[in-house]
């Protein structure tokens, strides 16, 4: 999640919800007979006030299905008041689900909530209404998205699911706009962390992937397009998330590319990332999930020669780093999604699996990507 600052693209964040019903739609991996969410005012400055939650199973266009409909409590209150930098969980509610249905959330706010904090590439369509419409299951009121519909995610941090009689050990999926997936397809369910999910799945090995990127992140450096550093939020967003088991790593090409913060204006020039630096994050990441007892994949950075923010300087420290994650041994496994976009090594992704702007993977690329990873080398 992020401050709301500087999008790539309109949202709603800056002036926040007032009297206004936010309906946001998400798939789960896993199916059990309980859920609950978790809301966060992580980047608000003043407590954010919630009149009133739903969540139920979706239905086409934002609707519910209004049997499954459900009032989320909050200490027991249908109402909750969020301080600011915190967050809240709401009770387990009673709600059978199966894996990769979706759930509709549907939140309140009758106050002014101020700057919303949000996650901003959701590539899912989010919907607001004006007035109290979060018990509707029609979605009539919800005549609101955003366009370009690349969607976003406000003040959700996630859907838990409980109730199981085993509960399998996650894995995360830690990163930029390529784990975050733009470039899939809008409400499709296509980014390569959902990929890998089914894949599990249908091998008999059902585990869920939770998917930790963030659009314009970097590794080493916190940016006000991209959010707080990769070194500074992995802690929060990927081991203090509920029964961890491992984590994938991929992370390191904004470092390289991004010289200049577009949300600081022309002009702002960063000092070049050094090889060094960029393996040094990468061991902080190691020894931070080793001692939590994650296991610890790392991810090769993927091809980008034809992009905007290409160099032969950074191509060269790209290279390097990739040889040190495939050589060193210092990740528990690696995954080689560098040679799944450019199996012949030319520096570019193949055609074919790209957007148009040789950085990030269309959906093609996505697929290449997810079953790229062995699924051994993700342990149990």
Request: net charge negative; glycine share 10%.
């Amino acid at each position: 999640m992020r401050p709301s600052a500087a999008p790539w693209f309109e949202t709603w964040s800056e002036q926040g919800f007032t009297d206004q019903s936010l309906r946001q739609v998400v798939r789960i991996h896993s199916g059990g007979t309980q859920v609950r969410i978790r809301l966060s005012n992580a980047y608000g400055h003043t407590p954010l006030h919630l009149t009133g939650a739903t969540i139920g199973r979706s239905a086409a266009s934002g609707a519910v299905h209004p049997d499954t409909m459900r009032t989320l409590r909050f200490a027991g209150s249908p109402s909750a008041t969020i301080p600011a930098r915190g967050r809240a969980v709401s009770d387990p509610v009673a709600l059978p689900t199966e894996p990769f249905e979706h759930l509709t959330i549907s939140l309140y706010f009758q106050e002014a909530t101020g700057p919303a904090t949000y996650h901003q590439l959701s590539m899912a369509t989010t919907y607001r209404a004006a007035g109290d419409h979060h018990r509707d299951p029609s979605a009539t009121a919800y005549t609101d998205t955003v366009r370009p519909a690349y969607g976003s995610w406000y003040y959700l941090e996630g859907v838990e699911i409980s109730g199981t009689h085993r509960l399998p050990r996650a894995v995360v999926a830690f990163g930029d706009s390529l784990t975050d997936g733009f470039g899939a397809t809008i409400d499709g369910d296509d980014r390569y962390p959902d990929l890998l999910a089914q894949r599990l799945l249908a091998a008999g090995r059902p585990r869920p992937v939770l998917n930790a990127g963030i659009g314009s992140n970097k590794l080493l450096t916190d940016s006000a397009l991209g959010g707080d550093a990769g070194i500074a939020r992995f802690t929060r967003d990927v081991l203090d998330q509920p029964r961890v088991g491992t984590v994938i790593v991929l992370m390191g090409v904004n470092d390289i590319q991004q010289t200049e913060d577009p949300a600081r204006g022309a002009g702002r020039e960063a000092t070049p990332v050094t090889v060094q630096q960029l393996i040094d994050g990468h061991r902080a990441l190691i020894r931070a999930a080793h001692a939590r007892g994650v296991r610890a994949v790392g991810a090769t950075l993927t091809p980008y020669r034809g992009a905007a923010g290409w160099s032969a300087a950074g191509e060269a420290v790209r290279a390097q780093v990739n040889e040190w994650m495939r050589t060193s041994g210092e990740y528990d496994a690696v995954v080689d999604l560098a040679c799944a976009l450019d199996p012949d090594g030319t520096g570019s992704i193949r055609e074919g699996l790209h957007t148009g702007d040789y950085l990030h993977p269309n959906p093609s690329g996505y697929r290449a990507m997810a079953y790229a990873i062995d699924l051994a080398a993700l342990g149990q």
